[in-house]
């Protein structure tokens, strides 16, 4: 193991950073990925896979995402460490083994579109069930937060302390029922669960106060910090504009539209994408996502805080409240982006179909 204590003394890169380079696999940065389904990645010896790191502005040195890919009919190595992780599937089907020193073995199977998080600090191996395709999985994690406060890798990923307040190793308790909460700032609407066999199956609950038609489930994975929501909106209709802390990897799942994302006081920049594009709005920028159709929009967002804190640490002075972009300097800004005239292209009850895309030679370059 490395020695990022000394390494890192007195440098501008963080112990973080000079780890991720020592892993010796592709790293992306900027704002947004066409495709992580399709990304390029590299061999990973630590892994026995292949998989790359995804970097992007908007998560502000708070967390990370790793792509892995598993080989067809094999598995990565066995491993766990002292950052939290949760693990969306992009594609294939397979298993993943979780367990602590010394006790029971448990396995979640997977398949595409399966979401879960391997409690922190447990064993756990994931194996690729198909002998003819790769299975391919993107997870968040807060391994910036822990390699940069502890500086020592023997401690992250050698550590034999098992945290018994989060899983005790039960049998079934990895697959038990999931339930909806209802405490918190968002009563009736976290859904807590440890497992989530398919995304594409789930029906989130109805959530009109985010845009007309438009669905939204929050999930709490038992005893993380991290957490994810899944949302859905259909053809035609928009979520309406809002900022809140940084982080939020958003990964979409179907549909076809774009993003437009902005610092306060700055012009709207557009972001399109497609099943697979992932996006991660900055800290405190604007962003609101379209749906021009015809498919329905869905995207899950993987967050590094929980349901509450992830708008917490946000600046707003409504506390724990996302800021939602008042309608009248909504309107002003996303018609002078697009060149639309109507007052109903960002109204209440949004009437705006999409006539009004900006034309090509208006769109912002892609940031
Ligand atoms: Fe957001």
């Known amino acids: ?6 390494k890192s003394a007195y440098e501008l890169r963080t112990p973080y950073a000079f780890w991720r380079e020592t892993e010796g ?6 704002y947004w990925i066409e495709d992580v389904r399709t990304v390029e990645l590299g061999d990973w010896p630590r892994t026995g896979g292949r998989g790359a790191f995804v970097n ?15 080989p067809p009919k094999q598995q990565l190595k ?45 064993w756990h191996q994931h194996f690729n069930a198909d002998s003819s395709r790769p299975a391919r999985f993107i997870s968040l994690t807060s391994a910036p937060q822990a390699i940069n406060q502890y500086r020592n890798l023997d401690f992250i990923f050698n550590n034999p302390f098992i945290f018994s307040d989060r899983y005790r190793g039960e049998a079934g308790e990895l697959t038990k029922p999931g339930q909806y909460i209802q405490k918190g700032v968002k009563p009736g609407r976290v859904w807590e669960t440890n497992f989530v066999a398919n995304l594409m199956e789930f029906q ?19 005893g993380n910090t991290m957490s994810a929501h899944l949302s859905a909106f259909p053809p035609g209709k928009y979520k309406k504009a809002h900022r809140h802390g940084p982080g939020a990897h958003i ?21 399109d994408w497609r099943p697979g594009s992932l996006v991660v709005p900055p800290l405190d920028w604007y962003h609101q996502h379209f749906c021009p159709g015809p498919e329905p929009a869905r995207f899950i967002a993987l967050n590094p805080g929980d349901s509450n804190i992830l708008w917490r640490i946000s600046p707003s002075p ?36 999409c006539r009004c895309l900006p034309d090509q030679a208006r769109r912002k370059a892609i940031l």
């Open 56 to 70: 992007l502005n908007g998560a502000g040195m708070n967390c990370d995402a790793h792509i892995n890919e598993i």
């Open 204 to 222: 989130p609950k109805e959530h009109s106060a985010r845009g007309a038609g438009t669905r939204n489930s929050l999930f709490e994975f038992v």
């Open 78 to 122: 066995a491993e766990r460490h002292l950052y939290e992780e949760i693990v969306f599937i992009l594609s294939g089907q397979g298993a993943t083994v979780i367990w602590n020193d010394g006790g029971a073995k448990h396995t979640l199977e997977w398949q595409e579109g399966s979401l879960f998080s391997p409690p922190l600090n447990t």
């Open 25 to 30: 696999i592709p790293m992306y940065d900027g």
């Open 318 to 353: 409504t506390g724990t409240k996302t800021r939602v972009a008042r309608k009248s300097n909504m309107a002003i800004r996303i018609r002078r982006f697009t060149g639309c005239s109507s007052k109903s292209a960002t109204g209440a009850g949004h009437k705006h179909k």
């Open 251 to 271: 990964v979409i799942l179907t549909g076809n539209g774009y993003s437009l994302m902005w610092p306060e006081g700055t012009e709207p920049q557009r972001i």
């Open 1 to 6: 193991m490395h020695d990022l204590s000394a």
